[in-house]
Nanobody
Framework: QVRLGEFGGGSVQSEGSLRLSCIAS????????MAWFRQAPGQEREFVAA????????FYADSVKGRFTVSRDNSKSMVYLQMNMLKVEDTAVYYC??????????????WGQGTQVTVSS
C-alpha cells in the first residue's frame, strides 16, 4: 500500500501559476510511475501528467503540454506539478496517483485525497 497526500491547491486568476505537491509513503519501492489526474464537477477523472521512477520520462495530456511540468524528488518522496498559464478550464480537484507498468499504460491503484484548484477569469 502506498499512501499519498497532496497539497498546494488554491485559487488563482487566469494566466497565474500554482505548484502542487504530493508526498508518498509506504511501499514506494513498488511504484513505477507517479501521476497527476484531475476531476472537474460533473466530469470524469482525467489524466494530466506522469513521471517515471527515475524522472527520466514524462508524459502529458495534450491540454496541458507546454504549461504544466511534472517533476519528482525521490530523496524526499515528493512529486510536483508546476502549473503555469492556468486557464479557467483547469479548475478541478487534482489527485496524485501511484502506478505500476509503462508510463503510457500504467495501472493506478493508489490515490491521494485530492486538492482543489480554482482558476477565475
Amino acid at each position: 500500500q502506498v499512501r499519498l497526500g497532496e497539497f498546494g491547491g488554491g485559487s488563482v486568476q487566469s494566466e497565474g501559476s500554482l505548484r502542487l505537491s504530493c508526498i508518498a509513503s509506504g511501499r514506494t519501492f513498488s511504484v513505477d510511475v507517479m501521476a497527476w489526474f484531475r476531476q472537474a464537477p460533473g466530469q470524469e477523472r482525467e489524466f494530466v501528467a506522469a513521471i517515471s521512477r527515475n524522472g527520466g520520462n514524462t508524459f502529458y495530456a495534450d491540454s496541458v503540454k507546454g504549461r504544466f511540468t511534472v517533476s519528482r524528488d525521490n530523496s524526499k518522496s515528493m512529486v510536483y506539478l508546476q502549473m503555469n498559464m492556468l486557464k479557467v478550464e483547469d479548475t478541478a480537484v487534482y489527485y496524485c496517483a501511484a502506478g505500476v507498468g509503462p508510463i503510457a499504460h500504467a495501472k493506478y491503484d493508489n490515490w491521494g485525497q485530492g486538492t482543489q484548484v480554482t482558476v477565475s477569469s
